[in-house]
Structures are given as C-alpha cells and as structure tokens.
C-alpha cells in the first residue's frame, strides 16, 4: 500500500529557465496526522514549496509524492483532493458568488452526487462555525469569516493535508487564534495533516516539527525546542534575536502548554 505522507525528494524549482532557482535540492517527508511549520525570511522558497505540493508548479528536477503518488499533470486533480490550500487573501480564493457556490465548487470539480455535496456543504461550514452564511457574499463577510469560508471550501473535498500559507496574517491575535483552534479541532477529527507557512510564534511553538528554510534550502528541520536552541545560527538567516525573544514570550504566554500530551518539548524554558 503506498505510504501516508508527503515526501520531497531532492526537488529544485525555477521559475523559468533563465531566472536563479529558488529551490535547491529540497527534501523532506510529512506524515499523518503531523503538524509542520515552515518559517524562514521573505523570499527563501515557503510558498513556492506550497504551490508544489498541489502541482500548482512543477518541479524541473527532483520529485514530489503525495501518498505515493508522484505529483505530475497527470495526476494533478487527484492531488489537489488529498492536499487542500488556503493562502494569506480568501478574496483572491473565492470562485462563489455565495458561500455555498464557494463551498460547492471544488466537489462539483470532482463530479460529486449532489446529495452528498449538499451534506459536506453542511458538514464543512458547521465545522467552522459558519452555518446560515450559505446564501451570503463570500465578499462581504469579515476577514475571519472570509477565511473560515475558504478553510470549509478545502474541507468539503475531504482533502488529508491542509496547507495553509499564512492564512492567518491578516487577522488579528484573537482571530487567528480562533480559526487555528477551529483547525486544530478538525484535524483531530478527521486526522488530518497540517503544513502552516507563519511568523506567527505561537503556531511554531505549537507545531510537532519545524522546518527552517533559508534560500531556497531546508536550512533546519527539528522540534520547535532545538529551532529555538538554535538562536545563534537562526540569527545567521535573518531569523533574528527579536523571532527568539518573541518566540520565548509566547511559549510563557502559553504557559508551555502545548497541543498534544506528552510532548518532549514541554519543558522548554
Ligand atoms: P517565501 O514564501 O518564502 O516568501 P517564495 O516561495 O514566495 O518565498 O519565493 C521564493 C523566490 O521565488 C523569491 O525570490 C521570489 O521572488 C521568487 N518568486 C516567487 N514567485 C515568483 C513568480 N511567480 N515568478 C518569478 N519569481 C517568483
């Protein structure tokens, strides 16, 4: 049977052919059930990883599965049922005219009896607290609402990873904690995988690994325990002594009390 995960395997990406590529040689595997924060400067290659996993791009060297399945245009639309997107701007998401058009349209994509889509629609805004929006404009809610609608979108196609590339940043503290705690609480249900692409600290100290990615390389990957013991050299990629100052400030504020029990990054400070 092919294996649960996601798996990189020496991927380089350009953007054309005369332009410096902007991934070199990255390898990495996500399994089931993980959650794993990507972090590092502007411009080291975050989303460009993203927008590959569900064959937005294609590699030119190197290969990428998904459950054993190598990503290509072939199997592009098989892909993108098992790893679902949701970027910085739900605005620039949206297809629907309504919320339920929105939440529609990628199961109308994979053909989807109609009954059943009716039931995930329901299913999928109950999920993130948006039930009775269905007949509302996806662009006349609020930006936490806006991004609640997107994430339901994505779980409607009942996909197995979320990538979410800085899906919260334009919310405020409170929202962004509102809707990873909505995350969180589907991917306990459905045991999903997560990929978060943040500079929010509290999601790093949160997540189960960390990989740190410095022009276009997978500079680190460890807990987010030895990210932080790291602070010297983090400091060396523009990851610098206010993200580990801050970084210890929210793990106080979070009173070190992280998501799954035990973890052995408890005991960090
Ligand atoms: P990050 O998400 O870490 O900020 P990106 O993956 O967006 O980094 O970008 C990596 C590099 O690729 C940057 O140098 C960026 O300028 C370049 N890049 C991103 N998108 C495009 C594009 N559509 N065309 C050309 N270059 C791009």
């Not at 995960?5 to 059930?33: C, G, H, T």
């Not at 609020?142 to 990873?161: E, F, H, N």
């Amino acid at each position: 049977m092919a294996e649960s995960q996601i798996e990189f395997r020496n991927v380089s990406f350009r953007y054309q052919d005369d332009m410096p590529w902007v991934l070199n040689n990255v390898s990495f595997k996500i399994a089931a059930n993980e959650w794993v924060a990507i972090i590092g400067h502007n411009g080291s290659g975050k989303s460009t990883i993203a927008k590959l996993t569900n064959g937005l791009l294609i590699p030119q060297e190197g290969e990428i599965y998904v459950d054993g399945q190598k990503v290509s245009a072939e199997t592009v639309w098989d892909v993108r049922k098992s790893v679902g997107m949701v970027f910085q701007n739900p605005d620039n998401q949206f297809v629907g005219t309504t919320v339920r058009d929105d939440v529609a349209f990628g199961m109308e994509n994979n053909g989807m009896p109609r009954d059943l889509m009716l039931e995930r629609i329901e299913q999928s805004l109950s999920a993130v607290g948006m039930l009775g929006y269905e007949r509302q404009e996806p662009h006349r809610l609020s930006g936490g609402q806006k991004q609640r609608v997107a994430i339901a979108s994505v779980l409607a196609v009942s996909p197995k990873y979320i990538i979410l590339d800085e899906a919260t940043a334009m919310l405020d503290p409170k929202g962004r904690k509102e809707i990873m705690n909505t995350i969180l609480e589907v991917q306990e249900q459905r045991n999903l995988s997560l990929v978060t692409i943040t500079h929010d600290l509290l999601e790093v100290t949160q997540a189960e690994r960390v990989l740190v990615m410095n022009e276009g390389e997978v500079w680190l990957e460890a807990s987010p325990r030895e990210v932080f013991e790291k602070q010297e050299q983090l400091q060396k990629i523009g990851l610098d002594t206010p993200f580990v100052t801050k970084l210890a400030e929210e793990l106080k504020t979070a009173g070190f009390s992280f998501r799954r029990e035990p973890l052995n990054h408890q005991e960090l400070l």
